[in-house]
């Protein structure tokens, strides 16, 4: 599986949702900027020799990403057609909508061990995206923070996982106009339960005062939101 070409990110709304849209739907290289960057064929192509799929399975497939397509194009066309009456609620679900029939496609498709083995493909890409997204903001802190390459290297993996964490948390409330208090309540629980885990981890690899600025760094930031 290729690994995501990541640029230091400046993203849209539209470019936010789309971005985790794909890392939630399907197993394709995306670059923050650019946007996907292989062909639907080439992503056939791939799932194919991965998944051991036989010429009507890689068919359907290229079927469902080719319809997957014009659902977004036609998400993206009437947001920006709505200028400033745009209601980013309807988009987002337009947008969970898709992915959801995306995946009820690929459920119809495929065995439920090819099933299995995509699902993992797709966790592994999510991953991949999340070690390269927390490897640049950690390169931003480490003259800051004083930790080594090798530091570097153990916190990435750290990172990645808390921000995979508030992702799930995140597309599973996108879109929603109002959150329960019940809601509110389970979030800020798993919230908690990613923050103080990463907390864990990071302070096994950080010293004590390399610990002490990254959390001032953390508060810094804190502060200008």
Not at 43 to 63: F, H, P, T
Not at 67 to 80: N, P
């Amino acid at each position: 599986m290729k690994l995501l070409a990541i640029k230091k990110p400046t993203m849209t709304m539209t470019a936010i949702v789309l971005f985790l849209f794909l890392l939630l739907s399907s197993s394709v290289t995306f670059s923050a900027n650019e946007g996907p960057d292989i062909t639907p064929d080439e992503i056939v192509a791939e799932l194919k020799a991965k998944l051991k799929l036989n010429d009507q399975q890689a068919k359907d497939i290229a079927g469902a990403l080719n319809e997957l397509a014009k659902q977004l194009d036609a998400l993206i066309a009437k947001r920006e057609a709505a200028g400033e009456e745009d209601d980013p609620h309807e988009f987002i679900n337009g947008v969970k909508d898709a992915q959801k029939d995306y995946q009820n496609k690929l459920k119809k498709i495929l065995t439920s061990s090819q099933l299995e083995s995509y699902n993992a493909l797709r966790e592994k890409v999510i991953m991949d995206a999340m070690k390269d997204l927390a490897a640049i903001k950690l390169m931003d802190i480490q003259d800051q923070v004083g930790f080594s390459d090798d530091q570097l290297d153990k916190l990435t993996p750290v990172l990645a996982e808390s921000m995979r964490g508030l992702i799930k948390i995140a597309w599973k409330y996108a879109g929603e106009r109002r959150i329960r208090l019940g809601q509110k309540i389970r979030i800020a629980r798993q919230l908690k339960e990613i923050q103080h885990k990463s907390e864990r981890e990071v302070k096994k690899i950080l010293t004590e005062d390399q610990y002490k600025q990254w959390e001032e760094i953390k508060k810094q930031a804190q502060e200008k939101k």
